[in-house]
């Protein structure tokens, strides 16, 4: 059954762009094939390339066809959805570029028009404004704004501004993709609907929480890009803080879009900022030597293509994050984030705080923790650790740590969508729970911003690790000097 209100006109900005190309088309065309988006609604490539609209439906035909498996490429559906498609030449800084999409767009003006900005955040003001003036914009549309939006605090409030004299916020949909993936949607249910959990979710009983998000890959050829941005401006601002958040947010009255987001800016603004001495115990910068990833040599960052020889830019960042509020005081949050490291894993592990009297034997109590670890990828999944009696008639009451693993894949026939699937749906349904409001990438950039700004001015190399490796050293000892560790070395 189709959501209301889905007949649309989505306007791709950048629509012959990786990202395009890569995600949106593949994840359009699912939601086509589910019935989830009505087969009357246009998807209109907007780009600066000279092609007229046949090379463009060529090409998202070879898009759907490398990027969707090919048990889910039915030709009947795919025929539909390639008749869907049109196409517009645009220069985004030209006002009179505009005149031909807004003749196009007229020609069906009832329907809801989706505006996706998948271009650099510089376009979103320009891009905007031409929108307003060529007369393209109505009550009912939405736009969408990808990752990065700024550098930093001043930066991203300038884009903000831009986009919201033409945009008001209800109409604004921020993505940051992770909040779109299975797993992150069911850490909600998992401790909002499970008193299990729900009722163990703060510092009475959980020692600590890991946050890992970490790439085998490189900079695959973005070296101009990533070295102005780093680690911390390309993954903490946004991924990891967001996961932080849904972690940590206390339960909102209703799943509505403001109160979710609501408790997420409480946890934001709970952060205790890095200050003064807090820099050595609290942050750890690396930066990737060459090495070896599945039996292949890589090289270092340094020695990648286009390198600066100057470069302080950091590939890897470890942080112990502090939330000042009642249900996280004292609890530690690990973050980790990287690229060339030993494996590609993004997961939340929650450890909980061991029996305050232990009664079986002392050599055992060690193992007396439970974990419970939220898998984002490679395999979308929940796993907890627990105790129980080793089998046997000789073993008394010896203790095993097992896990109760629970893999989306093998528990359900039906199909894990992509994150932008269910981020694309939710924006034609008009739905805000997933996307980011202002108020949290500002108060997102002002927590990272303070270490942005003691970098610069310590003008410091990162430490060194080898490429395949978990990281620098330092990294462990950050965690290692409260007497926990990383998950992957228990």
Request: proline residues 4%.
């Amino acid at each position: 059954m189709l959501p209301p209100n889905t007949l649309s006109d989505i306007v791709i900005f950048g629509a012959m762009g990786d990202l395009a190309q890569r995600k949106l088309i593949p994840a359009l065309y699912q939601l086509l094939r589910e019935g989830l988006i009505n087969e009357n609604s246009r998807i209109l490539g907007a780009s600066r390339q000279d092609i007229d609209k046949e090379t463009f439906i060529i090409n998202c035909n070879k898009s759907a066809h490398q990027f969707v498996d090919k048990d889910e490429l039915n030709e009947e559906s795919l025929s539909i959805f390639m008749s869907m498609l049109d196409y517009c030449q645009i220069d985004f800084t030209d006002a009179e570029n505009y005149k031909h999409l807004h003749a196009t767009l007229e020609t069906n003006s009832e329907r809801t028009r989706i505006f996706y900005y998948a271009t650099p955040a510089s376009m979103f003001g320009p891009i905007s404004q031409h929108l307003s003036e060529s007369g393209c914009l109505n009550e009912q549309c939405r736009m969408v704004m990808e990752k990065p939006i700024g550098h930093d605090l001043a930066s991203a409030n300038v884009i903000n501004d831009q986009v919201s004299e033409f945009f008001s916020e209800s109409q604004i949909y921020r993505i940051d993709h992770y909040l779109g993936k299975e797993t992150v949607q069911n850490l909600m249910a998992l401790r909002f609907a499970n008193p299990l959990f729900g009722t163990q979710w703060n510092q009475n009983h959980i020692s600590h929480v890991e946050i890992t998000v970490a790439e085998q890959v490189g900079i695959e050829g973005r070296w101009g890009y990533f070295d102005q941005a780093g680690q911390m401006r390309d993954m903490v601002q946004n991924h990891l803080l967001q996961l932080l958040c849904l972690t940590a947010m206390n339960p909102p009255d209703e799943l509505s879009a403001e109160l979710i987001r609501n408790e997420k800016v409480k946890v934001l603004k709970a952060m205790r900022p890095i200050t003064g001495d807090m820099h050595n115990t609290h942050v750890v910068r690396g930066r990737y030597t060459k090495g070896i990833i599945n039996d292949a040599s890589v090289p270092g960052y340094m020695e990648e293509e286009g390198a600066n020889p100057n470069s302080n830019t950091e590939t890897f960042v470890a942080l112990k994050v502090e939330i000042n509020n009642w249900r996280w005081a004292g609890v530690p949050f690990y973050l980790r984030t990287g690229k060339r490291l030993a494996g590609k894993l993004s997961q939340i592990t929650i450890h909980f705080k061991q029996q305050p009297h232990f009664i079986f034997n002392e050599s055992q109590r060690n193992l007396a923790q439970n974990k419970l670890t939220i898998r984002l990828q490679p395999e979308e999944g929940i796993s907890l650790q627990v105790l129980n009696k080793d089998q046997g008639l000789d073993n008394g009451m010896r203790l095993r740590s097992e896990s109760l693993q629970f893999s989306f894949s093998q528990v359900t026939q039906a199909r894990i969508p992509d994150a932008y699937e269910r981020l694309l749906l939710e924006i034609v349904k008009g739905n805000q729970n997933l996307f980011v409001r202002r108020d949290e990438i500002e108060h997102a950039w002002k927590w990272c911003d303070q270490l942005l700004e003691y970098w610069k001015i310590e003008n410091k190399a990162p430490q060194p690790y080898a490429a395949g490796s978990w990281g620098p050293k330092a990294a462990d000892l950050l965690i290692m000097k409260d007497g926990n560790c990383w998950h992957e070395d228990q």
